[in-house]
């Protein structure tokens, strides 16, 4: 099925968005021509446990392909999409949780996901889940599953693969 109808935002959200037109094709043409210095510049919007000093390694050989982001740099994710925004947004909405059931839906503010992200780190390090490399599934029915989510990545357990954290 082909659909061509193209559906623009309203002018309030054009309005009100961090990145115009114009702004967007500079920042299009700084990645292509200057990805290093690009990214580099993007890199330092966020908070590292330990700074990189790369900002890429790659190789496109036929035998030897890589694309390394980062690499001798550490960061958390939780702490950059979370703890970070505690001290101006705390009241503000982190996520719009939508259950299957469209009547379903919830909004989490920054503080209430903390305090649910850090209970769910907490049940991680008392069973004594690996921090690094470890392989965790995680499946969800209800808001819990976002908790869980950053809760594996606070806990710097940021591998999903094999254990089932399964929530009803």
């Known amino acids: 099925m082909k659909n061509d109808n193209i559906f623009k935002p309203a002018s309030n959200i054009v309005d009100n968005c961090h990145v115009n037109k114009a702004t967007y094709d500079q920042m299009y043409k700084e990645s292509i021509t200057?990805?290093?210095?690009?990214?580099?510049?993007?890199?330092?919007?966020?908070?590292?446990?330990?700074?990189?000093?790369?900002?890429s390694n790659v190789s496109y050989k036929r035998d030897d392909v890589y694309i390394k982001w980062y690499e001798d740099g550490t960061l958390n994710?939780?702490?950059?999409?979370?703890?970070?925004h505690?001290?101006?947004?705390?009241?503000a909405t982190a996520i719009i949780w939508e259950g299957d059931d469209p009547t379903e839906?919830?909004?989490?503010?920054y503080k209430e996901l903390h305090k649910e992200v850090c209970k769910f780190s907490n049940v991680l390090k008392k069973s004594r889940c690996p921090k690094r490399r470890s392989n965790n599934n995680l499946y969800a029915y209800d808001t819990r599953g976002n908790y869980?989510?950053?809760g594996l990545y606070k806990n710097r357990s940021h591998s999903f693969s094999s254990i089932w954290w399964v929530l009803s």
Not at 86 to 91: H, Q, R
């Open 148 to 150: 869980c989510y950053v």
């Open 34 to 55: 200057s990805p290093d210095i690009f990214w580099d510049n993007h890199g330092k919007r966020i908070d590292w446990i330990k700074p990189y000093t790369k900002v």
């Open 86 to 91: 505690l001290k101006t947004k705390a009241d």
């Open 105 to 109: 839906s919830k909004h989490i503010s």
């Open 77 to 84: 994710a939780s702490f950059n999409c979370l703890d970070r």
